[in-house]
């Protein structure tokens, strides 16, 4: 089994060499005038300097129904429009406490101020951007000094409150300063807002002015400029717009949906977190028995990212038994003597796979559970969490 996942991790960082070093040797189109070329590959994370986006709206043109079905989803609300804030529109007035330093997050004139005070001197700055739909939670950037910060507390559905940001350190901050949060250096907030945007990051530099809320279409497909355009004087544009489905389940998984979701590539770091990991399903997937390069086993096997998520346990045992056979009386006894490893067939139950095999696990300080990607067998009062 260990040989198995050596080979296995091997294998996918090998696929992420070539990948980028693909990416990396590409030439890209800066304008109008230059000329069609294929797009073969895209990373959605690195947009071109100088590449325009051409924005939702155009797209809806030809895929009305797809840009309706996603402007619903997760992916969609991956950021909240400065100018909408929906969570804190419900949420009008929210405080919290840590040590000496009293928190009030306050809608205000149309805007939701981020106030922190130690009872002798006081910050008050006006949200910039909110990252996350809600249905977790929501995390703050706000601006001081001509730097961005990420906010020190974060507001949880769970608690229907504010609590400390996952990442930080639960006690009293040093100073009035650090009590806002914590500074993002410009590597990292670009990272920030490549995952939570469209178009917010273009040559590896932060253009926020240009940024889209939410992964839009672009964002995975790539600029569409030429595909529009040729499609538009009836010619074939299928291969100036990347399709994802052209990637291998593997691929797919650990490189393109992980660029965001991350993936094996961040291997080292994403295993010292321990249980916070659980976040990050790409890498989660990666341990189980039945991960490979097919596509029925990849982020799309079970989700459409044009489509809000299912929630319905149901909906995924067609996903399961697409591999996996059922059989039509399950014997809960063949537990006891199943051999090592997972059956064909699930000896105890015919449906709701995953409330078994994909249990929701939660890190304390997400006041949230996420289903566990890391496909497995869970016996009954097992509390481990595999690593």
Known sequence: MEKLRVTKLTLSL?????????????????SEEAAPQNITRWHPRRLPAGVELVG????????????????????????????????????????????????????QDGQS????????????VPIRYALGQGKAGQTYVIEYQGALYESLVSYYT???????????ARTAPASLVKALGRRLPDSEAASCFSCHATGAVSGGRLQLEK????????????????????????EPGAKLIFNPRRLGGDELSQDFCGACHRGMEEFNMLKSLEINNV????????????????????CTGCHDPHEPLRRDVAFYDAKCTACHAVKAKPDPAAAKTAAAGTPASCPIST?????????????????????????????????????
């Open 211 to 234: 940024a889209t809320p939410g992964i839009r279409c672009e964002a995975c497909h790539g600029p569409g400029g030429q595909h529009v355009a040729a499609t538009r004087k009836g």
């Open 351 to 387: 449906k709701d796979c995953v409330s078994c095999h994909m249990p929701k696990l939660g890190p304390p300080a997400a006041h949230f559970k996420f289903t566990d990607h890391y496909i497995r067998i869970v016996k009954s009062g097992d509390n481990t969490y595999p690593n």
């Open 279 to 298: 976040r990050f399903q790409p890498y989660r997937i990666f341990h189980s028995k039945c991960y490979s390069d097919d596509r029925r086993i990849s």
């Open 158 to 168: 769970e608690v229907g409150g504010l609590d400390f940001t996952i990442g930080a």
């Open 56 to 107: 939702d709206q155009v797209c809806a043109e030809c895929h009305k129904n797809k840009v309706t079905s996603h402007a619903q989803s997760g992916m969609a609300m991956a950021m909240d429009p400065v100018g909408d804030l929906r969570v804190l529109a419900q949420k009008p007035e929210m405080r919290f406490r840590i040590g000496p330093y009293a928190y009030e997050i306050k809608r």
């Open 14 to 30: 090998t696929v992420t060499v070539i990948y980028l070093a693909i990416f990396t040797a590409a030439s890209w189109a800066s």
């Open 113 to 124: 101020l981020y106030t922190v005070t130690d009872g002798t001197e006081t910050i008050s």
